[in-house]
């Protein structure tokens, strides 16, 4: 079975054309624009801004599919 490689980042796109330039067989993992909605609304809620990973793991744990 083949696993995949994903990669968390805060800088999707950087990372997306970093592997294009270098021709590097990376999959990057690029969350659903509703981590950046939910994110976005924590930030203005609460002040706190929290990681891509941590937001996407938190909604996945509350049942979120995406």
């Known amino acids: 079975m083949k696993k995949?490689?994903?990669l968390y980042t805060?800088?999707?796109l950087e990372e997306f054309y970093y592997s294009l330039h270098?021709?590097?067989a990376?999959?990057?993992h690029?969350?659903?624009s509703?981590?950046?909605y939910i994110r976005a609304l924590i930030l203005a809620d609460t002040g706190v801004k929290y990681t891509l990973k941590h937001v996407e793991h938190?909604?996945?744990a509350e049942g979120?599919?995406?």
């Open 64 to 66: 979120w599919i995406d």
């Open 22 to 24: 270098t021709n590097k």
């Open 30 to 32: 690029i969350p659903h």
């Open 10 to 12: 805060e800088n999707v």
């Open 26 to 28: 990376v999959k990057i």
């Open 34 to 36: 509703s981590v950046y």
């Open 4 to 6: 995949s490689v994903k």
């Open 58 to 60: 938190a909604m996945k």
